[in-house]
């Protein structure tokens, strides 16, 4: 694909129809599409009443890979110890490298449970307050397949749920044909899956999430996938749990022209090759250095092997545009609230307290923003399309559930409820404030 310097959106905060034009920029539509909602509808309801039969059909007619019965669709253990050591070694030490750093970095995400003893008494034990934490007993992991292989994927979502201690960890990946990358079952023997399905699509994800005869029910459903998964995720939440909703990629990179234009360049063609919708922003208050990046940007393009979807990425979401200044550009990243945002700059560490909203941040242009997506240590795993705002990325604490622990003794349980039975009765709640009332006129000790 042959693009021209100007070809990519050029913005300049001065301009009086910037305001207009950023916001068209960077809008997030609802890409529910009402034919993809209604077979996500059909499956779930299939899988729900018809269990490994549907879920044979659906694998046969949408993977194209025929079996006898759904225990077939389930690999044996020895696949993934056989993927391990087939593994090309130099690939097997980079995937063993970058599931270390990861293990080291969601180790320090464990909760912890904690209690606040408020009293002892002589007599018998005093009030107490605290947290209990329990990891989730399984959790399904859905792994892409088909047009490539995401054994990154694999790694960050399976790696937090076994640091966290969930029990049996259930791996659903499509196979095409019935061919599966070997690649992505390697990196599930060195994550530590316990159970693999041959399984894409809408159909695993309402397996998951309602059980069939073979594939179990899980607790919480993680990972990626295409629209059809998304919305099967989306239409699953509350019978179990989710990660996330995933939109298209993202990155804002913020750059004071000192980084190498070539290095900012690569970065914004890595986003953009994700797919068409992804979105790639360079926020630079200099405007030679936009300039270098234009031309780095039309130079590179055309030896690109997927060149077409970065061009149609670029031209369709990307921008170039110039700030004032770097306080400019950080209030315009705040307002995007990036998956992902570069400090591309000479001093990153002080300008990271100005930063409010972003999935992760990489300081200086030596943390590209590749490092994070394969081997660095955080979880890849991401809030997009500005659920920054308020969202963090996969982690331990995904997979761990909060259980509030309470002890009174006599004493402070009437003192209490005095409390509460007031608070009942002013909300209306009768048998609330009974409940209450009930322990006031009992005894000062409750029997052994």
Request: with cysteine.
């Amino acid at each position: 694909m042959t693009i021209r310097p100007n070809s990519v959106l050029r913005l300049d905060t001065r301009d009086p129809g910037f305001p207009e034009r950023f916001r068209s920029l960077v809008a997030h539509e609802d890409t529910a599409d009402l034919a993809v909602l209604a077979t996500v509808r059909e499956v779930i309801a299939a899988i729900r009443t018809q269990g490994d039969a549907a879920l044979c059909e659906y694998t046969r007619r949408f993977d194209r890979h025929e079996v006898a019965s759904a225990a077939a669709l389930e690999l044996p253990r020895e696949r993934l110890t056989a993927a391990v050591n087939d593994c090309d070694a130099r690939l097997r030490v980079a995937l063993l490298t970058a599931a270390a750093r990861i293990r080291r970095y969601h180790e320090h995400q464990r909760i912890e449970p904690w209690s606040l003893l408020l009293g002892v008494l002589a007599e018998g034990p005093g009030d107490l307050l605290g947290q209990r934490v329990t990891p989730l007993e399984r959790v399904g992991v859905y792994v892409p397949g088909g047009k490539a292989a995401y054994p990154s994927t694999v790694l960050m979502n399976v790696i937090p749920a076994k640091v966290a201690g969930v029990g049996e960890v259930i791996m659903a990946v499509p196979a095409p044909g019935g061919e599966i990358d070997p690649i992505v079952l390697c990196a599930a023997g060195i994550a530590g899956v316990d159970r693999v399905f041959t399984i894409g699509g809408a159909q695993a994800i309402a397996a998951l999430a309602y059980g069939t005869e073979t594939v179990p029910r899980v607790d919480k459903i993680v990972g990626p996938g295409n629209r059809y998964v998304a919305a099967a995720k989306a239409m699953v939440f509350g019978q179990v749990g989710i990660d996330l909703i995933a939109g298209p990629s993202e990155v804002v990179i913020v750059c004071d022209g000192t980084a190498p234009a070539e290095w900012v360049t690569m970065d914004l063609l890595a986003q953009a090759e994700h797919d068409e919708q992804a979105q790639a922003i360079l926020l630079c208050p200099d405007p030679d250095f936009i300039k270098a990046v234009a031309a780095c940007i039309a130079r590179e393009l055309p030896g690109m092997e997927r060149a077409a979807i970065i061009g149609a990425s670029l031209c369709g979401r990307g921008a170039l545009i110039r700030v004032r200044d770097l306080d400019e550009a950080l209030e315009i990243a705040n307002t995007i609230a990036p998956e992902h945002l570069e400090l591309a700059v000479a001093d990153p560490e002080a300008w990271l307290p100005k930063v409010r909203h972003a999935g992760a941040i990489f300081l200086g242009c030596h943390a590209a923003e590749v490092l994070g997506d394969y081997c660095a240590g955080p979880n890849h795993v991401l809030p997009t399309a500005g659920t920054a705002r308020f969202s963090s990325p996969l982690g331990v604490y995904d997979f761990q559930k909060r259980s509030s622990v309470i002890r009174c003794s006599v004493e402070t349980s009437r003192e209490l409820c005095g409390i509460a039975s007031l608070l009942a009765r002013a909300e209306g709640l009768t048998a609330h404030a009974r409940a209450a009332e009930c322990r006031l006129a009992g005894p000062v000790r409750a029997r052994p």
